[in-house]
């Protein structure tokens, strides 16, 4: 999955730079045509290949995609929020605006618990509303780190956390389509999550990208894409981010930014599959 739902992070990014925000709808319109480019070229975006586009700033990239049989989704959460709350364009009187529906959310064990009960809460009303309308759903957690060491929290600490949020959703009947996960270098952090995620046989996992470098992804996918939970991986920024923002800064060309955009998004194609065949580019 190309990745292209950001929001606050370009706004951010266009006032820090005092870049019009009414330019973001072009950059989506770069990630459309980077998508389209990359399913000219590669197999598997032809074959396997989404898209993640956010209403806000990519309504009619949204059904540009669509219109070009794109298997595209959209984002159902206010940006950044916490706790969870919906997206003004969420509406749960109408049908998905894209062929599945993700939603992102921040937890931790040690939230307080009030906190978590209205997050699965809304999580459920999600899952009835995606299902009403046989819409595959994503559901994407975020473990913030507090003042546990980096090393520890990256390799055990976030991924029991991790695994401790799929099972209590399993508990309130939560189970989504796919469970979309930060990636972690430790192999016995990945079966840790893969084991929470596989008891519910339906379920799978896809891996985020978090802005990272591709070798820290590398080794990321070393460890997920073996895993039998493991179905591919859903990355925006190390793949837009820089050509996106050099072209809202006029350093690079449409055509230029699009090339870029396409050859890290089929590298990073290239570099999951080896690492499911066994072969990890680390």
């Known amino acids: 999955m190309l990745a292209g739902d950001q929001r606050w992070q370009f706004e951010e990014w266009c006032d820090a730079h005092g870049v019009d ?105 999600l899952q009835r509303w995606c299902r009403s309308y046989t819409t595959p759903l994503i559901i994407e957690i975020l473990v913030p780190r507090k003042d546990e060491g980096e090393e520890a929290f990256e390799q055990s600490i976030r991924p029991a956390m991790l695994a401790q949020a799929i099972a209590d959703a399993y508990a309130r009947g939560i189970e989504p389509d796919f469970w979309k996960i930060e990636g972690t270098t430790s192999s016995g952090g990945a079966a840790i999550v893969d084991r929470a995620i596989v008891a519910r046989p339906a379920c799978r996992q896809i891996i985020l990208g978090k802005a990272a470098p591709r070798d820290t992804i590398a080794k990321w996918f070393a460890t997920a894409a073996p895993l039998p939970t493991a179905a591919g991986f859903a990355i925006g920024r190390s793949i837009h981010w820089s050509p996106g923002t050099a072209w809202l800064q006029g350093a690079i060309g449409s055509a230029e930014a699009i090339d870029a955009m396409v050859s890290e998004y089929l590298t990073l194609i290239r570099m999951y599959v080896d690492a499911r065949a066994g072969s990890p580019h680390v």
């Open 21 to 125: 925000r009414a330019r973001i709808p072009g950059v989506k319109a770069l990630i459309v045509d980077a998508f389209l480019a990359a399913r000219e070229r590669s197999a598997d975006v032809a074959r396997s290949g989404s898209l993640l586009l956010d209403e806000q700033y990519a309504s009619p990239q949204i059904a540009r995609a669509r219109a070009a049989g794109v298997f595209v989704g959209t984002p159902s959460e206010k940006a950044g929020s916490l706790p969870l709350e919906w997206a003004t364009t969420t509406r749960f009187d109408a049908a998905p605006p894209g062929r599945f529906v993700k939603v992102l959310i921040k937890d931790r064990r040690d939230y307080d618990a009030a906190l978590r009960d209205g997050q699965f809460d809304k999580l459920a009303d």
